[in-house]
C-alpha cells in the first residue's frame, strides 16, 4: 500500500491563482481531512469528510473548497490564492467507527503564494 | 470551541536527559492521540489514550492520560538523538467529533 499520497510536493503560485491540491488513499479509509501547519500553530483542520459525497468544515474553512466523489480522493481547492494561504498542507485519512481512528498523513505539499 | 494546549513550546536537552511534554484541554476528551514529527516530516501517529488514568510505555516513553480526562503527558526517559522533533497532541471531545491539535512541543537533543 502507498498510504496517504499528494501531489504536488512543492508549489509556487501567484496572489489571485486558483489551484487543486491532490490527496489519494488506498487504505479504504472513510475519514478524510486536511490540514495546514503554520510555524508555532500546529495544525488546524480547513475541511474534512467523513465518506464519499460527505464534507464539513473545519477550524479553518474560508479560501478553500473541497469534494469527495470517491472513497480514494479528497482534492483541496484554493479558489483565490492568497499569501496568507502560505502553508504546508496535510492530507490524513483514517477508518470510521468508535472515534478511537488513528490518522495517517500524506507527505504534505509545501505552497508558497506571492 | 476545544482548546488544546501543549506546553512548553520548546526544549532542548543534552543525550541521556529526561524530557516532559504537558498537554491540557478545555473540555473532558473521550480520547487523546500523541504524534511526532520529524523536521522536513509528517506526522506519524505514536499512541492513544481512552481509559481515564490510563498509562501507556513504548521502550523510553511513557504516555499518561489525567484522571479527569482533561490532561496528558508524554515523557521520554534518556533521550536520544533519535527522540528530535515536534510532539503533538490531538484530543477528541466527543466520539465522533474531530480532533483537535496541540500547537507541539519541539524537542532538540544535543549530543
Known amino acids: 500500500n502507498a498510504g496517504v499520497t499528494q501531489t504536488p510536493k512543492f508549489q509556487v503560485l501567484k496572489t489571485g491563482q486558483s489551484m487543486t491540491l491532490q490527496c489519494a488513499q488506498d487504505?479504504?479509509?472513510?475519514?478524510m481531512s486536511w490540514y495546514r501547519q503554520d510555524p508555532g500553530m500546529g495544525l488546524r483542520l480547513i475541511h474534512y469528510?467523513?465518506?464519499?459525497?460527505?464534507?464539513d468544515q473545519g477550524e479553518v474553512p474560508n479560501g478553500y473548497n473541497v469534494s469527495r466523489s470517491t472513497t480514494e480522493d479528497f482534492p483541496l481547492r484554493l479558489l483565490s490564492a492568497a499569501p496568507s494561504q502560505t502553508s504546508v498542507y496535510f492530507c490524513?485519512?483514517?477508518?470510521?467507527?468508535?472515534?478511537?481512528?488513528?490518522?495517517?498523513f500524506g507527505p504534505g505539499t509545501r505552497l508558497l503564494v506571492l | 470551541g476545544q482548546q488544546v494546549m501543549q506546553i512548553p513550546q520548546y526544549q532542548h536537552v543534552q543525550e541521556g536527559e529526561d524530557f516532559t511534554t504537558y498537554c491540557n484541554s478545555s473540555?473532558?476528551?473521550?480520547?487523546i492521540q500523541w504524534y511526532k514529527q520529524r523536521p522536513g516530516g509528517h506526522p506519524v501517529f505514536l499512541i492513544q489514550?481512552?481509559?481515564?488514568?490510563e498509562v501507556k510505555k513504548q521502550k523510553r516513553l511513557t504516555f499518561q492520560f489525567g484522571e479527569a480526562k482533561k490532561n496528558s503527558s508524554l515523557h521520554i526517559t534518556a533521550t536520544q538523538t533519535t527522540d528530535v522533533g515536534t510532539y503533538f497532541c490531538?484530543?477528541?471531545?466527543?466520539?465522533?467529533?474531530?480532533?483537535?491539535f496541540g500547537k507541539g512541543t519541539m524537542l532538540l537533543v544535543s549530543p
Open positions: 490524513a485519512s483514517s477508518t470510521k467507527g468508535g472515534g478511537q481512528e488513528t490518522q495517517y
Open positions: 487504505m479504504n479509509h472513510e475519514y
Open positions: 469528510s467523513v465518506g464519499a459525497g460527505i464534507t
Open positions: 473540555t473532558t476528551l473521550s480520547n
Open positions: 489514550l481512552v481509559k481515564s488514568g
Open positions: 490531538a484530543g477528541r471531545s466527543s466520539g465522533y467529533s474531530t480532533l483537535t
